[in-house]
């Protein structure tokens, strides 16, 4: 008799005598364990498992499987590349019986993954912090909530102090040197308008030339002259 039981995610079918390499479980050498999802045992299909089947093995030995070589490398750049070596932690096991009824009565130990099992104690070791309480006006105790977030302020453009999202937005790209992509990075710095690059003085010049990378561009192209002239509808 055979049959096709599953674990660590993949399926097996075994009959009594085999041996098997399977995901790593939490077992050692010598311990009977006992795999309680069996998807069919002989002409019985399960839906999707067999009810009352299993399959008990003896654990032979924790061994590890071939090694496998991972190397990455990436194009248009030599020096960009990693190599590592991966073994997989195995369980090999001998089976020796297959119950067709009754698995839950027999009293083996059953088959858990040694992840499943670390993860599972890790779980169970966490202390749970309980929630905090605070008594309201009348002395009646009642669990505390998070507050609220807070509603963020409105950021303030450069050279002005009304919100930047008020300000009317002006064609930047009017200014020589101004291109679609340099008008977007001084619009999210909340330099909207020409009149607050025409309110600029040296100071905020070098710091607005320096935050945003422009190396002497605001100077070489006399942005402050030109916001000037067009707010005040000269060409």
């Known amino acids: 008799m055979f049959a ?3 674990t660590g995610g993949k399926q097996y079918r075994v009959k009594a005598g085999d041996m098997l390499r399977v995901e790593k479980l939490a077992a050692s050498a010598g311990e009977v364990i006992q795999f309680n999802e ?26 590890k499987g071939e090694k496998v070589i991972n190397f990455v490398r990436r194009r248009r750049k030599s020096s960009s590349k990693r190599t590592k070596g991966h073994r997989q932690k195995l369980t090999l096991v001998r089976v020796t019986n297959i119950i ?41 105790t009642q669990v505390a909530t998070k507050p609220e977030p807070k509603a963020k302020a409105e950021p303030t453009a450069k050279g002005t102090d009304a919100p930047a999202k008020a300000a009317k937005k002006d064609d930047l790209k009017k ?24 309110a600029w003085n040296a100071d905020e010049v ?22 000037k002239a067009l707010t005040s509808g000269k060409e």
């Open 38 to 63: 069996v998807l069919m045992v002989g002409a019985n299909v399960g839906t999707p498992l067999v009810d009352g089947a299993a399959v008990q093995a003896e654990v032979v030995d924790q061994i």
């Open 206 to 227: 070098a710091e607005i030339s320096e935050e945003l990378a422009l190396k002497g561009r605001i100077e070489r192209d006399d942005w402050v002259g030109q916001a």
């Open 4 to 6: 096709v039981l599953k």
């Open 100 to 140: 067709e009824t009754g698995a839950g009565q027999s009293g083996v130990k059953p088959a858990v993954g040694a992840r499943s099992a670390a993860e599972v104690a890790d779980v169970a070791a966490k202390p749970r912090k309980p929630a905090k309480k605070a008594k309201d006006q009348k002395g009646e």
């Open 175 to 198: 200014l020589a040197g101004v291109g679609p992509a340099l008008e977007k990075k001084l619009n999210d710095a909340g330099i909207t308008t020409y009149a607050q690059i025409a």
